[in-house]
Nanobody, 124 residues
């Protein structure tokens, strides 16, 4: 059974940092392109970041470029999202997702597996 479990969310002041983790099981992590998406109240889910299955490329949404960093640790079957210089508009539920042999940025319907999400709240 495939599982993606996000952790690391919480409440932080504007300008602060958080690191989200996405621990996976039940799949061959090293073959998965990983992505992070987020959904704020009343808004559609949006792309945040992605990393190739090979780890050789990373991609970011315009609103987080330069502030967020996606990475992966194949030995731990885990993907990370380091979030710095957080803004109130970063407040959302953050989801990780996986797609086999994923390369580049892709829409959410390209992803096969999803986590349940973790809440990030940034206060002003």
């Amino acid at each position: 059974q495939v599982q993606l479990v996000e952790s690391g969310g919480g409440l932080v002041q504007a300008g602060g940092s958080l690191r989200l983790s996405c621990a996976t099981s039940g799949l061959t992590f090293s073959r998965q392109g990983m992505g992070w998406f987020r959904q704020a109240p009343g808004k559609e889910r949006e792309f945040v970041a992605a990393i190739n299955w090979s780890g050789g490329g990373t991609y970011y949404g315009d609103s987080v470029k330069g502030r967020f960093t996606i990475s992966r640790d194949n030995a731990k079957n885990t993907c990370y999202l380091q979030m710095n210089s957080l803004l109130p508009e970063d407040t959302a539920v953050y989801y990780c997702a996986a797609r086999t042999w994923g390369l580049g940025r892709a829409p959410e319907n390209a992803y096969n597996y999803w986590g349940q999400g973790t809440q990030v709240t940034v206060s002003s």
